[in-house]
């Protein structure tokens, strides 16, 4: 018996929570799930976004499965996915995004976005220098740097994946993004039989929507990571299908790439495929790599069938048809 932390989270959060819940019930692998409470929900009741309980479960059981959590805009407040991830060290976002047949633009997209995820612009250094003048600092360290790409290549040799591709703008941010490129080469060094290439975001946008074909394992700082994983969703089917992992040393947080859509919210059409791959990649972390396979199995062939879709993914399903399709499939 595993024991998860599951935080719904808020807006679509914990419809998908559910229909994942069910979905890994389904594999037969038993976890005790230690349901706790953060966001915009608890926030009214409690005046905090995340209350000690939070942090107490986090630390107990050191694995979770988290729903959006949306962030006020604004007014102080301080992102709670970004304060997860630094606060337990999780540095390594990995996010693997894949063609499904029938679905999205491109069929031959299978790239893993390994984003770094505790420094860059999201450190959350901004300075008022004047009424009109703000001054957001990026910081990049090696150790994170290097921390990130070595993850990306570590991933790569035990997966046999054939190239790293390392994305930033060094051409610019000659310092900053220097540093990371310094730190990635480094890293390359110690694995030759990896083909390993540098490109700058800007025509690493171009290139993935003109040849994500072309693209295996991605490297890239925080920033950037986050508004490509974005895009490369969009070539496969969008946010609805992307699943992803926060890896640290001890603690890990399996979440889907997409935010709260509060513009769907509470409609019962969400789908919950991003966050049902999420749990695939927790199963996987916990060693229960056959009932991980199984899950991916059953919702590659549930699109595939096109069975009860969700209308982001152009069909008329609801989240409860679709999580029990997949259930079937399984
Ligand atoms: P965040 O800042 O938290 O990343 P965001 O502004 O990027 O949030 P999302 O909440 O991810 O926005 O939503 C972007 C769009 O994608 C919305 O139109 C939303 O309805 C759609 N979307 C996101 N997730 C899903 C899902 N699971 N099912 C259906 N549509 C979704
Ligand atoms: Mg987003």
């Known amino acids: 018996m595993y024991k998860v932390v599951l935080i719904p989270g808020d ?14 019930g389904a ?5 005790d799930w230690l349901v706790v409470e ?32 949306t962030t006020p805009i604004g007014g102080g407040f301080k992102s709670i996915n970004v304060l997860l991830r630094q606060k337990y060290e999780l540095y390594a976002n990995m996010r693997p995004v894949t063609s499904y047949p029938e679905i999205g633009k491109y069929s031959e997209v299978d790239l893993v976005i390994f984003r770094e995820n505790t420094e860059d ?7 008022r220098v004047s009424e ?8 990049i360290t090696r150790q994170a740097s290097e921390n990130i790409v070595r993850a990306a290549f570590e991933y790569s040799k035990r997966k046999k994946r054939q190239k790293v591709c390392a994305v930033h703008k060094a051409n610019i941010m000659k310092m900053a993004d220097g540093l990371f490129l310094e730190a990635s080469r480094n890293v390359a060094a110690d694995y ?52 992803s992992a926060n890896i640290g040393k001890d603690c890990a947080i399996f979440e889907a790439v997409h935010g709260s859509a509060p513009d769907i ?22 060693g229960e ?30 989240t409860k048809k679709l999580t029990g399709v997949v259930i079937d499939a399984l």
Not at 121 to 127: D, H, N, S, T
Not at 132 to 139: C, L
Not at 298 to 313: N, S
């Open 11 to 24: 807006g679509i959060g914990p419809e998908v929570a559910e229909a994942t819940r069910k979905i890994v």
């Open 27 to 31: 594999t037969g692998v038993e976890i």
């Open 38 to 69: 953060a966001g915009t929900a608890v926030l009214d009741k409690t005046g905090e976004l995340i209350p000690q309980s939070v942090f107490d479960a986090i630390e107990a059981h050191r694995v979770v499965l988290k729903g959006p959590i």
């Open 121 to 127: 612009l999201y450190a959350g250094r901004e300075v």
């Open 132 to 139: 009109d003048e703000v001054h957001g600092i990026k910081v």
């Open 192 to 243: 030759p039989d990896i083909e390993y290439s540098e490109v700058i975001v800007d025509n690493m946008c171009m290139q993935l929507v003109m040849y994500p074909e072309k693209f295996d394992v991605v490297v890239t700082e925080n920033l950037y990571g986050d508004i490509l994983s974005d895009l490369a969703a969009g070539l496969v089917g969008g946010l609805g299908l992307i699943p």
């Open 265 to 286: 919210a509470g409609k019962g059409i969400a789908n919950p495929i991003a966050l049902t791959l999420s749990a695939a990649m927790m199963l996987d972390y916990l």
């Open 289 to 318: 790599t056959t009932a991980a396979s199984r899950v991916r199995t059953a919702v590659y062939r549930v699109l595939k069938a096109g069975i009860e879709l969700t209308p982001d993914l152009g069909g008329k399903g609801t």
